[in-house]
Structures are given as structure tokens and as C-alpha cells.
């Protein structure tokens, strides 16, 4: 069955009105509304080892900072004596209308960011309250089937890791779209893991400690790798997993997935124009614009300078984005340069650490009511009055 979200609230930016009549109560928001203070306040709030997991980068950090701050050098012109009282954010993604272009980009630690551990259901939660679908990573401390209960009537897609075993790959899979998953991201810039000082001073690597790998310990493929199961030997059960978590993925992998599965593929982490020229001419169902928000590669450049080329590239393929979103202007500038769908990764995170499913969703409603605004103030009715409108270079 399609989903339909469309007919939610229309206008995100009344959770504005929300606030300021909160306000005439003497009640002002539990949690921040913009990012500076969001990290602030996720900062006091996380233990050191999540926090370092969830804030680090690669390298010396420069493409995680430049991912953000490159937004500053695209800049958007308003447009005047148009009526913009009526908005409308809505998307067509994988024969689903959604309500906006927002998604929750798949985090792997989710599970361990919130104080229960149960991260990954507070982050669906959040999405069936807000309508924004959630990207289950493959990481996650509850499994996939139980994740996806609590998303709601809001599409969810599930995130592949794609291990080295062939058949737990196919297992994963199969099992995503068993449970209701609409689309299938292959992630591929994680087949080793990128050099993350803030994690390596600390010898810090969550999965080794045996956290959010619940999707691999209940699944049949796995535990058939086993002779113990791993509630009874989790040691055995991590050392088997280590090897085997990311197979190293090229072209030649496309025509399993395909076989592998119904579900539309989407390539997570293609930053070039030809890659994703190569991945439209192959049929893939969706490009992914990712650095994976600088934790993988310290290649220096912003992914939304890199954005305009993937989209030339990938022809009519839509395309999603991801890494450095922080607010809802940086939404609208996204879109403005081609993007069918928009990811918020680390701000819905820190909303997790502070409030559970209320805090991030919290984050979400702050980034689509700031989208919603500045459509309405520069004149931009609709998501085609962004794109038609651009966003221009403002060096200097
Ligand atoms: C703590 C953390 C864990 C992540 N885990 C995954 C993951 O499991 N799978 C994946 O494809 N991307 C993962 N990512 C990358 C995000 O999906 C997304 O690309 C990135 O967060 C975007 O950068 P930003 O959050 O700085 O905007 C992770 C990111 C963070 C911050």
C-alpha cells in the first residue's frame, strides 16, 4: 500500500506559533532551536564515549566542518509579490507522497544514544510523529522487524551494510522487506572504517564492544556461523561478525542486489558526477549524496558543492542528500541545488540524546518549521518555485 502523509498540518512553520503562544503560559521550549545550542546541550548530556562516536570525524575534521559550513557560499534570492500564504513541501519518493522532503539519515549508534538504549525505536517514533521517514541502519541495538513497528504509517527504508557473507547479505535483505521497508540504501563508502582520532584515543568502537549489532544476533544466517548463540558467547559472536561486516562494493554488485530484492536500490555515498551518471544509466532507483557527513574520508570538499554535478549526472534519477544540514534554510538550499530528498543526520541524533523520541522530533519540527518559513518570507510556494529559483555561489 502507498503511503500517503500529505495531509498532515500544512504549514510546519505554525510549530513557530506553537512556541511563542507556549510563551504567553511562561512555558518556553524544553529543548534548543537551533544547532549551536542543540550540540551544546547534547554535549553535557551524552557520556564521552557516545559522544565522541557521534560528534567525531575523520582526520583532523576538516570535511566534517566544511560540510556545514559550505552553506554559507550558496545563498538564495527572495522573490516578492507572490503568495506564498500556501505552502506546499510534499514529495513523490519510491511511490510514497510525503509531507516534506526531510529524512532521518541512517546513524548507526542511535541504539546507544539514547539513555535505554533503545535509540533506534525513539528515532521511529519520532518519525511516525513527525512524518519524516526514518533510514534504519543496519547497526542498531533492537532488530529491523521491531524498529519498523513503531514508525507508524511513515515510510521507513532500511540501510545495508552489506556484509561479506553472501547469504547473511540476502538474509538481511529479504528480512527488511518482509518487515515493510520501502527502499534498500546500500551504503558504500563503510567497507573499513575511516581514521577517527577522537574514537582512536580513546580505543573507542562501539560495535566491538558489542553494541548495535542486534540485526546480526538475531539473524538466522548469522547464528548458523555460531556454535553458541551469542547471548551465551557475545565475544565469539563479535569476533565472527568484525570480518565479515562490509563487503567492498563495485558495479558488478548491482545485478545481485537487484535479484536480491524488490525494493528500490538506492547507492548511498555517490559524490560525482560520473558515478552518478553510471548509477542512472544502470537503473539504480535513487542516488545518494553523501560523505557520510565527513566521518569516512577527510577529502576537504563540502558534499553540497558536490551536489550540483551528481544531480547533472544522474539525469532523472532522484536524488537524495545528506551531510552538513543543520537548519531548515540548509534544507531549502539543498533542494534549490537539485535535491529530490533531504537527510538530517547528527542534529536529530543530539535531539535524541536530550529527549528520547520527543526530543528528536523536536529537531525535525524545528528544521521543517524554519524550511516552511523562509519559503514563505522569500516567495517560494512550492519545493519547483526552489528549484526554479537556484541558490547562487556567494564567495567573498
Ligand atoms: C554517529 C553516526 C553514525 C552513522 N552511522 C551510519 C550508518 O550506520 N549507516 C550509514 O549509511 N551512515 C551512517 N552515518 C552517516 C549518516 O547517514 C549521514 O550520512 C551523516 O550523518 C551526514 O552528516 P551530518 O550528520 O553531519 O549532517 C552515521 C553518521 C553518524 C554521525
Redesign the pocket.
Known amino acids: 500500500m502507498q503511503a500517503d502523509t500529505s495531509n498532515r498540518p500544512a504549514h510546519f512553520g505554525d510549530y513557530q506559533n506553537e512556541i511563542y503562544f507556549g510563551g504567553l503560559q511562561g512555558v518556553i521550549p524544553k529543548y534548543p532551536v537551533e544547532f549551536k545550542t542543540l550540540v551544546q546541550r547534547a554535549t553535557e548530556a551524552m557520556p564521552p564515549h557516545v559522544l565522541s ?3 567525531g ?1 575523520c582526520g583532523d575534521e576538516l570535511t ?1 566542518d566544511r ?2 559550513s559550505a552553506f554559507a557560499h550558496w545563498g538564495m534570492v527572495p522573490r516578492m509579490m507572490v503568495d506564498s500564504r500556501v505552502r506546499d513541501l510534499s514529495i513523490l519518493l519510491f511511490g510514497d507522497k510525503l509531507h516534506s522532503p526531510a529524512f532521518m ?6 541504539g546507544i ?1 539514547t539513555q535505554d538504549e533503545h535509540g533506534d525505536i525513539a528515532a521511529a517514533k519520532a518519525s511516525a510523529i513527525t512524518g519524516v521517514p526514518f ?1 534504519a ?3 542498531a541495538n533492537d532488530p529491523l522487524e521491531e524498529v519498523i513497528k513503531h514508525c507508524g504509517d511513515t515510510p521507513a527504508y532500511f ?1 545495508l ?1 552489506t556484509p561479506r557473507h553472501k547469504g547473511l547479505a540476502e538474509s538481511l535483505i529479504s528480512r527488511a522487506e518482509k518487515a515493510g521497508y520501502k527502499a534498500l ?1 546500500v ?1 558504500l ?2 567497507w573499513v572504517t575511516g581514521w577517527r582520532p577522537r574514537d582512536l584515543a580513546t580505543s573507542n568502537f562501539p560495535q566491538l564492544r558489542g553494541h ?1 549489532l542486534q540485526n546480526y544476533f538475531t539473524d538466522p544466517v548469522f547464528r548458523s556461523l555460531l556454535e553458541k548463540p551469542p547471548e551465551e558467547d557475545p565475544a565469539t559472536a563479535i569476533r565472527t561478525w568484525a570480518p565479515i561486516f562490509a563487503e567492498t562494493m563495485t558495479w558488478d554488485h548491482l545485478s545481485w542486489l537487484r535479484e536480491s530484492t524488490n525494493m528500490p536500490i538506492v547507492l ?2 555517490i559524490c560525482h558526477e560520473d558515478d552518478a551518471r553510471r548509477a542512472n544509466d544502470m537503473g539504480v532507483d535513487a542516488i545518494y549524496c ?6 569516512q574520508a577527510n577529502g576537504g570538499i563540502g ?1 553540497i558543492d558536490m551536489l550540483p554535478g551528481v544531480v547533472k549526472g544522474a539525469g532523472d534519477t532522484p536524488v537524495l542528500f ?5 537548519s531548515g534554510s540548509d534544507m531549502v538550499k539543498a533542494i534549490a541545488l537539485g535535491a529530490t530528498a533531504v ?5 536529530y ?1 543530539y535531539g535524541l540524546a536530550l529527549g528520547g523520541a520527543e526530543g528528536a522530533a523536536h529537531v525535525l519540527k524545528c528544521i521543517l518549521a524554519e524550511a516552511d518559513l523562509m519559503m514563505a518570507v522569500n516567495g517560494y510556494p512550492t519545493l519547483e518555485h526552489v528549484r526554479a529559483q537556484g541558490a547562487q555561489r556567494v564567495d567573498g
Open positions: 562516536y557521534v560528534q570525524g566534517q560540510n556545514a539519515a541512517p546513524i548507526g549508534v542511535n544514544v533510514m541502519s543496519t547497526l540501510q551494510y540504501v551504503t563508502d563503510t548495535v548511498k555515498g553523501s560523505n557520510h557527513g565527513g566521518r558534499a545528506d551531510s552538513g544540514i543543520r537527510g538530517v543526520g547528527r542534529p541524533a
